[in-house]
């Protein structure tokens, strides 16, 4: 599977039209599948060369990995429960560098309700924006709008460990430590979903982010993880 090569966009305009949630969305019944994991493979490449264009496949290698995660996001309890995943936590994906998490994810977002969708920002576009704006950044991607009595949108945050430590007039923030922290908060009080990709192990984020943080997110996300040796399939 070939992954984009660009930036992620946040809110991928014009594509999310393309779906009919009444025929190709999978959003099956309490205790059924409204489709196979066959008819999911079908549908997650052909929305992804329509994205990344006719070069993107799919690689058996991934397969059961891929089931994992169209389990999860076509809402199919039995499946998900049976792959050892709570459709109450978020995915935390993990793999090598060019493995595909970014293209993955983004395309998972197809299978939910256009209001359930998450949006998809890189965790080192949140520390620039920190490094400009300060600590209301952190409140952006934690709370919801101002005046708003909805709860905090559902986010993908990509790249976790390639951000830098924020900076803002000569102050030091661990940004994606604290936004994980808030967002852990919203997510016991409101059922928030977070997601996130990285080529982190647990070890090296528990160094990065610290116990606090690494406990928290055991409560938070379902791991799944591409094997070490998954080759780079941008070549």
């Known amino acids: 599977?070939?992954?984009?090569r660009e930036t992620v966009k946040q809110d991928l305009p014009g594509k999310e039209t393309t779906v009919n949630p009444s025929e190709e969305t999978a959003q099956p019944e309490e205790g059924k599948q409204s489709?196979?994991?066959?008819?999911?493979?079908?549908?997650?490449?052909?929305k992804g060369k329509e994205l990344y264009g006719e070069h993107f496949r799919l690689y058996g290698e991934d397969y059961p990995l891929l089931e994992k995660l169209l389990a999860y996001a076509a809402g199919d309890r039995l499946s998900a429960e049976r792959q050892g995943l709570s459709l109450?936590?978020?995915l935390l994906l993990s793999g090598p560098i060019g493995c595909g998490k970014t293209s993955l994810?983004?395309?998972?977002?197809?299978?939910?309700?256009?209001?359930?969708?998450?949006r998809v920002k890189s965790c080192r576009e949140v520390s620039f924006e920190f490094h400009r704006e300060g600590y209301e950044v952190i409140q952006r991607y934690t709370q919801p709008p101002p005046g708003s009595l909805l709860k905090a949108s559902a986010y993908l945050f990509d790249d976790l460990g390639t951000e830098s430590s924020g900076k803002h007039y000569?102050?030091?923030?661990?940004?994606?430590?604290?936004?994980?922290l808030s967002r852990y908060d919203q997510f016991v009080l409101w059922?928030?979903?977070?997601?996130?990709?990285?080529?982190?192990?647990?070890?090296?984020?528990?160094?990065?982010?610290?116990k606090r943080v690494r406990s928290r997110m055991r409560e938070m996300f379902n791991l799944v993880s591409f094997d070490k040796g998954?080759?780079?399939k941008r070549d």
């Open 1 to 4: 599977m070939k992954r984009a």
């Open 35 to 46: 489709l196979d994991f066959a008819q999911r493979l079908a549908f997650l490449e052909r």
């Open 88 to 90: 109450r936590k978020g």
């Open 105 to 118: 994810m983004t395309l998972l977002r197809l299978f939910l309700p256009p209001q359930e969708r998450y």
């Open 170 to 180: 000569g102050n030091t923030c661990n940004v994606m430590g604290e936004v994980l």
């Open 191 to 210: 059922g928030v979903k977070t997601h996130l990709t990285t080529n982190l192990s647990t070890s090296e984020i528990e160094k990065a982010y610290g």
């Open 230 to 232: 998954a080759k780079d």
